[in-house]
C-alpha cells in the first residue's frame, strides 16, 4: 500500500501564492517520477510539474516561469510552489508518482486524492 497525502491547497486572489505538499509513505522506495496534474470538471487531467530522482524537471508551458516544483527524497515528499497565480489555474491538483517499490512488490501510476486550489478575481 502506497499513501499520497496531498496538503497546502485552498483559495487566495488573483497574484497570490500557494505551496502545495505531497508526502509519499516512507515505506515506498524507488521513485522515479514524482510530481503534479490538474483537472477540471469534464476534463482530462494534464501535466502540471514532475522531477526525476535525477532532478530533471518537466513543466506545462502555462506555468513555466510561475511554478517551483521540488523535493526532498529523505521524506519522500515533493513540492508545489505556485506564484502568480491566475483564475485558470483553479482545478483539483493530484500528487503523481509513476511508480514504487513497497513490500516487495511494484506498484505504478499511483495517485493522491486531491487538492482543491481556487483563485478568484
Known amino acids: 500500500q502506497v499513501q499520497l497525502v496531498e496538503s497546502g491547497g485552498g483559495l487566495v486572489q488573483a497574484g497570490g501564492s500557494l505551496r502545495l505538499s505531497c508526502a509519499v509513505s516512507t515505506s515506498a522506495s524507488s521513485i522515479n517520477v514524482i510530481g503534479w496534474y490538474r483537472q477540471a470538471p469534464g476534463k482530462q487531467r494534464e501535466l502540471v510539474a514532475t522531477?526525476?530522482?535525477?532532478?530533471?524537471?518537466n513543466y506545462a508551458d502555462s506555468v513555466k516561469g510561475r511554478f517551483t516544483i521540488s523535493r526532498d527524497s529523505a521524506k519522500n515528499t515533493v513540492f508545489l510552489q505556485m506564484n502568480s497565480l491566475k483564475p485558470d489555474d483553479t482545478d483539483v491538483y493530484y500528487c503523481y508518482v509513476d511508480r514504487a517499490l513497497v513490500a516487495g512488490r511494484w506498484r505504478y501510476n499511483i495517485w493522491g486524492q486531491g487538492t482543491q486550489v481556487t483563485v478568484s478575481s
Open positions: 522531477i526525476t530522482s535525477g532532478d530533471n524537471t
